[in-house]
């Protein structure tokens, strides 16, 4: 629900850059891969999600870390460093040990055997 509503809120927001744009497009496939592991389904293939984490990792570098440092406006506003940021710093962290445990330290949810 919350995500939909972010999508919404993002598709109408005159501000958004490209930027913004692509980074919504992977928080939701990120959310996919957190579905995954949390409900144990094999979701497209384990190859995509080890590539997904590296890209990840690469992007949330980009976008949380780089961006604010050179002053780049992100949805429109400039960055100010408060409690938000910090809890979008951790929330990146803990989806990227969810798809990383998702990619490679679940095997059975990627066996055939495993129902």
């Known amino acids: 629900m919350l995500l939909s509503l972010s999508t919404v809120s993002l598709l109408s927001l005159q501000t958004?850059?490209?930027i913004d744009r692509i980074d919504l497009f992977l928080s939701i496939l990120a959310?996919?891969?957190?579905?995954?592991?949390?409900y144990s389904k094999a979701l497209i293939t384990v190859v995509f999600w080890r590539y997904?984490?590296?890209?990840?990792?690469i992007e949330t570098f980009?976008?949380?870390?780089?961006l604010p440092i050179v002053g780049f406006n992100r949805y429109g506003r400039?960055?100010?460093?408060?409690?938000?940021?910090?809890?979008?710093?951790?929330?990146?962290?803990?989806?990227l040990y969810a798809l990383h445990h998702?990619?490679?330290?679940r095997p059975l949810i990627w066996t055939k055997n495993c129902a």
């Open 16 to 18: 958004a850059t490209f």
């Open 62 to 66: 980009v976008y949380s870390i780089m």
């Open 31 to 38: 959310t996919f891969g957190l579905f995954g592991v949390a």
């Open 102 to 105: 998702y990619a490679y330290r």
């Open 52 to 57: 997904f984490f590296y890209f990840g990792i």
């Open 78 to 95: 400039p960055f100010v460093f408060n409690g938000l940021y910090v809890f979008e710093i951790v929330y990146a962290f803990l989806l």
